[in-house]
């Protein structure tokens, strides 16, 4: 396989951890609000049930209890810790959340900071983080996804509503000399069609004196063309999977676990077909927790490291996917 040649520095995964809150919010609770059904919800998307975080539940908190379980699989003193990268687009601080969770876990000497790409962040923090390891700048890296959508969910419309939830997941990587696990990546943009998804600042104009005029405002809520996202999704995603493992050298009957970013089940099974994967081999932890953008692929990591269907040199093809339009893949072993 490509990239496994030592040139530059290698990276492994030693950890991984997750955190969702305990409010349930199920499609019988849904369907109280908006003219929808438990029946409708599972058969368009599969989701169920959805975490909401509460009151004294943000991003910082769900992405620190995340960190710590990742830590503490990672068996690491805290202070080993030399990056934190939060993806997040529902940051408790516009400055910045992952000054926070550093502060959280004592990890004094690690630099932290957010990356905001909505549901390809926790993707691209990664992709981020391992150009930090592979250029030697730093050894140790926790990467987070923390998302906190119900917070910006339009809970009249029921086109999107049904499908968001909150939650957080870390992975915790580090430089190895001997042994590179992360095989190569692929990323892209398109600005053009971003107006399919977004969470606009509502900006009101003012003047501050006069002839200085100025916006001001909060943001809005989650506005979504479903059918576009569907459609980008479904024919996106395996191409730039197939690039990913083409580059790589390997076929798709090598890869072990499809981690596709948790939209929509007709979205996992299309990229599935698509790819010519097994559904068997496809991960999806969907139906209990819905579309938590940035959480979704490190929490799904985490459970089936946990319940030990992921084992120590599996073969993981991922893929992020969502606002911007962004989307990205990484390829790696676990362990
Ligand atoms: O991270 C990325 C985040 N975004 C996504 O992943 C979104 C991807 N898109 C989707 O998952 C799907 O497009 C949805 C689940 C959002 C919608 O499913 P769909 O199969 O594309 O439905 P549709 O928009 O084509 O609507 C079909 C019908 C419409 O009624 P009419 O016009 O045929 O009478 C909708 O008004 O279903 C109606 N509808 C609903 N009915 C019951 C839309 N939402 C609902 C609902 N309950 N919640």
Redesign the pocket.
Known sequence: MKGTNLNQIGITFKGCGSFVPNQNLSNEDISRI????DD??KT??GISNRRIASFDENVSHMGYQASLKALEMADWPVESIDLIILATSTPDDLFGSAPVIQSKLKAKNAVAFDITA??SGFIFALITASQYIQSGSYKRAIVIGSDQLSSYVNWKD???C??FGDGAGAIAIEANQDCNNFYGFQMKTDGERGNF?NLLNENKEGSIVDNVNFRQGNFSKIS?N??E??KF?VREVPLIIKKLIQIAEISSSEIDWLIL?Q??Q??LDAVGERLKIDKSKILSNLKNYG?T?AATIPLLIDESVRNKKIKTNDLLVTSG???GLSWSSALFRWG
């Open positions: 908006v003219n929808t059904s409708w919800i368009r998307t909505a549901c029921r086109g999107s049904i499908l998804l979504m479903g059918q996202v569907y999704a970013h939209a929509n007709r979205i579309n953008s996917f969502g606002a």
